[in-house]
Each structure stands twice: as C-alpha cells, then as structure tokens.
C-alpha cells in the first residue's frame, strides 16, 4: 500500500491550497484517513482525521479553516482556507485499513508535502 500526496506550494497570509493523498495497492477496505504536520523543530501533529463512515475531527487551531474529505477512489483532500504564517509545515497523509486476499492490516504514511505561507 502506498500513499502519494500533492498539493504543497507556497501561497501568502490569507490565501488557500488543497492537499490530496491518494491511497494505491490491493487495498480491501481504509478506515481512516488523516492529515498532519510537523512544523521546523516541532512535533508531528494531528491536523484533521475523517472516518470510513465521514466522521471528522479537527486541530483546534484549523477549525473553521480546513477540511478533510475523501472520496470512494481512496483519495483524502484538505481544503486550506484562510492560510497563516503558523500554517507553515509538511504535511503528511496516514491511512489505516487492511489489505490482500489475507485481510492484512496497514497503517502508512505518505511522503510529506510542503506547505509556507508567507506573511
């Protein structure tokens, strides 16, 4: 199973983007799909998490400004509104579900894409 995200650049204060990941392999079924990011000298933290069944759960501090979907082609988005110097980081796809004939559980992570916003 892999996951590829898209989507980063730079943009300015105020401004928008969206992220995609999209989930590859012989995937049976994902259970959730989440965004973080891991800012320079921080921890990596949850952004945004969105279920099987599109329950969401966001950061405090994106509420009102992001939003995570996903479609039925194992694709994950996040609309970023409203962009803040704060927003500054790489962000990074995780996906949770099983796998092959065996039912095999994953839990993967994509690659990182970078988001800057400049003030």
């Known amino acids: 199973v892999l996951l590829q995200a898209s989507g980063g650049g730079l943009v300015q204060a105020g401004g928008f983007l969206r992220l995609s990941c999209a989930a590859s392999?012989?995937?049976?079924?994902?259970?959730?799909m989440g965004w973080y990011r891991q800012a320079p000298g921080k921890e990596r933290e949850l952004v945004a998490v969105?279920?099987?069944?599109?329950?969401t759960n966001y950061a405090d501090s994106v509420k009102g400004r992001f939003t995570i979907s996903r479609d039925n082609t194992n694709t994950v988005y996040l609309q970023m509104n409203s962009l803040a110097p704060a927003d500054t980081a790489v962000y990074y796809c995780?996906?949770?579900?099983?796998?092959?004939?065996?039912?095999?559980?994953?839990?993967?992570w994509g690659q990182g894409t970078l988001v800057t916003v400049s003030s």
């Open positions: 995780n996906a949770d579900g099983v796998y092959g004939l065996a039912s095999i559980p994953f839990d993967r």
């Open positions: 969105i279920t099987s069944g599109g329950r």
């Open positions: 392999g012989s995937i049976f079924s994902i259970n959730n």
